[in-house]
Nanobody, 124 residues
């Protein structure tokens, strides 16, 4: 089992930046990728970004490409999401997720472990 704890959410004005963190504990060696998803009120959970744990390869949704950056610190078992040029449509609860099975990165069903979520609100 892997436990994930997110932090770093909050209220920010449009155009601002936030950095989310996700600390992992437990059976980390079973994880091959870590991702961020988000879910806005009344909408389905959507893929934001992913990083492979071993090689550090990164993947992004089109809606955040060029604005958000995912990274991982293997020594700290932590994944980060740097969010720049934030827009009101980025408002959502952001979830960290860990994948053990080699299933499609962008699908929530590919992930076994989830954090509790952290609220990001972009508003003036």
């Amino acid at each position: 089992q892997v436990q994930l704890v997110e932090s770093g959410g909050g209220l920010v004005q449009p155009g601002g930046s936030l950095k989310l963190s996700c600390a992992a504990s437990g059976s980390i060696s079973e994880i091959n990728a870590m991702s961020w998803f988000r879910q806005a009120t009344g909408k389905e959970r959507e893929f934001v970004a992913a990083v492979t744990w071993g090689h550090g390869n990164t993947f992004y949704s089109d809606s955040v490409k060029g604005r958000f950056f995912i990274s991982r610190d293997i020594g700290k078992n932590t994944v980060y999401l740097q969010m720049n040029s934030l827009k009101t449509e980025d408002t959502a609860v952001y979830y960290c997720a860990g994948r053990r099975r080699y299933l499609q990165l962008t699908r929530p069903t590919a992930y076994d472990s989830w954090g509790q979520g952290t609220q990001v609100t972009v508003s003036s």
